[in-house]
């Protein structure tokens, strides 16, 4: 048994997680469909002030290029309208996730949300592919969910009739697989193939 190990995944860029996306986070249970509106919502935005500009301009031009007073409001604006939907729409990021694995602990934190186990309660490891992961067990209500960025793989720690769903990197996986696998204690599940 290693000792002692850390994983990181760093914090990433994720529009989704901005002002717009988690307000459809804290609406909407799950993810992925939160996501989904998400992407709606802020395409229908850009659309909409893009349509609203271009009327704008063809109905104002002769107005706006008389009158520098409106055209400095009309530009102002726009600039505003821009800033609003950058700042709202896609600064957000997704908190960085790390496992710490010591001698008789699982930890494993991501942002506000954090979990502790002790080794001995761990009933078995798994490391699935992403596709899998995503149409089989994404669904199940009895896992808790780490993830920085869709990773090419997943790994799935298994305690009594819960899960821990960790996405990081393959390398990390692996590593955390293999730290995991206390023969008296963890199953070692095999890989899942798609």
């Not at 995944?9 to 997680?17: E, F, G, T, Y």
């Not at 920085?148 to 305690?159: G, N, Q, R």
Request: hydrophobic letters at 50%; charged letters at 15%.
């Amino acid at each position: 048994m290693v000792h002692d190990i850390t994983y990181s995944a760093q914090a990433r860029w994720c529009p989704s997680r901005s002002l717009l996306g988690r307000l459809f986070l804290h609406r909407i249970d799950n993810q992925r469909q939160a996501e989904a509106w998400y992407i709606i919502a802020i395409s229908t935005i850009i659309v909409v002030v893009v349509m609203v500009q271009f009327m704008s301009w063809s109905l104002l031009a002769a107005e706006i290029t008389a009158n520098p007073a409106m055209a400095m409001w009309y530009w102002a604006g726009q600039l505003a309208v821009g800033s609003l939907i950058l700042i709202g729409g896609f600064l957000g990021y997704c908190p960085q996730v790390s496992v710490a694995v010591t001698e008789y602990l699982l930890r494993v934190r991501q942002g506000k949300q954090s979990f502790e186990i002790n080794l001995a309660c761990l009933t078995g490891c798994r490391i699935v592919p992403a596709l899998h992961y995503y149409r089989h067990w994404r669904r199940k209500g009895n896992i808790k969910h780490f993830m920085a960025h869709i990773p090419s793989d997943v790994l799935l720690i298994f305690y009594g009739q819960d899960c821990i769903a960790i996405g990081i990197d393959s390398d990390a996986h692996s590593a955390l697989f293999v730290a995991l696998n206390k023969p008296d204690s963890v199953e070692i599940i095999a890989s899942d193939v798609v």
